[in-house]
């Protein structure tokens, strides 16, 4: 097992009471957090675009019950991680037994010595990741500011932000859900089977490509729509699902560039 960092071991400290109440300010403080991530991306990228049901099904209703847990990590201000962001995949979106699951095998953040989480790695099962890992700039140095910039920075033709991999995050999870799986085996859809992490990141990067391939894009949005319309009322009330409302504009600057602008002395 992997050793307690100092965080983990003052939780532990804690009183039942005291743990439940700093459970109720983080689960505050996440779900308004989230608003100014979600007014940071593009329209079509909202829980409520065009392409953001899956990241909306992967964050849940938006309760303390099923809201995906959002963990930060950083690199101790050293510049950009080789991931940016991180989903632990369920046993069965990996075609395998859950009884393979092995809970004391770490993810690659956990064992890597440059990353620090600014509190615990997400919480994982069979079932997959509770939620996921996002790399968080708290640096000076120009790799870790253009990243948190409006803009972010362009790679390989895309375009890297801090909301945007929140969101692609998520849109994996959302393509492990319960739902989801079940939707591609009652209708055919991909043979019936898990989408491949290949399959997934054909759809994702032409999300954040500066030059997006409109096919893969109206692919995508056909696949959206398809499991939007297989997910009748009742089966919206079996799996716990809301269907998210339509995106609305952003709102700028929002308390997530304020908070970043802070954080790097601006």
């Known amino acids: 097992m992997a050793e307690k960092t100092r965080f983990q071991r003052w939780l532990d400290s804690l009183t039942p009471e005291q743990r439940a109440a700093f459970d109720a300010s983080v689960e505050f403080g996440d779900q308004e957090y989230m608003g100014e991530v979600q007014r940071k991306l593009p329209p079509e990228s909202r829980f409520g675009g065009e392409f953001g049901l899956m990241s909306a099904l992967g964050y849940g209703k938006g309760t303390n019950e099923d809201r995906a847990q959002i963990r930060n990590y950083t690199t101790r201000g050293r510049g950009l991680p080789n991931i940016l962001g991180l989903y632990s995949t369920s046993m069965r979106g990996l075609g395998r037994a859950d009884e393979e699951f092995d809970p004391t095998?770490?993810?690659?953040?956990?064992?890597?010595?440059?990353?620090?989480?600014?509190?615990?790695?997400?919480?994982?099962?069979?079932?997959?990741?509770?939620?996921?890992?996002?790399?968080?700039?708290?640096?000076?140095?120009?790799?870790?500011?253009?990243?948190?910039?409006?803009?972010?920075?362009?790679?390989?033709?895309?375009?890297?932000?801090?909301?945007?991999?929140?969101?692609?995050?998520?849109?994996?999870?959302?393509?492990?859900?319960?739902?989801?799986?079940?939707?591609?085996?009652?209708?055919?859809?991909?043979?019936?089977?898990?989408?491949?992490?290949?399959?997934?990141?054909?759809?994702?990067?032409?999300?954040?490509?500066?030059?997006?391939?409109?096919?893969?894009?109206?692919?995508?949005?056909?696949?959206?729509?398809?499991?939007?319309?297989?997910?009748?009322?009742?089966?919206?009330?079996?799996?716990?699902?809301?269907?998210?409302?339509?995106?609305?504009?952003?709102?700028?600057?929002s308390m997530l560039d304020r908070l970043i602008d802070f954080i790097q002395g601006k």
């Open 105 to 253: 095998r770490r993810t690659p953040l956990e064992k890597s010595r440059a990353i620090e989480y600014m509190s615990t790695p997400p919480d994982r099962d069979a079932a997959g990741g509770k939620g996921v890992s996002v790399f968080h700039p708290i640096g000076t140095n120009e790799a870790e500011r253009a990243y948190a910039s409006k803009d972010g920075f362009v790679d390989d033709g895309k375009r890297h932000t801090y909301p945007n991999t929140v969101a692609h995050e998520l849109t994996h999870k959302g393509f492990n859900s319960p739902a989801f799986l079940d939707f591609l085996e009652e209708t055919g859809r991909n043979r019936g089977r898990p989408l491949s992490a290949r399959q997934e990141h054909r759809y994702l990067d032409q999300l954040i490509s500066e030059v997006p391939n409109r096919m893969v894009l109206d692919d995508y949005s056909k696949l959206q729509n398809e499991f939007r319309n297989w997910l009748t009322p009742e089966k919206q009330e079996k799996y716990g699902i809301r269907l998210p409302v339509p995106a609305a504009e952003p709102v700028d600057p």
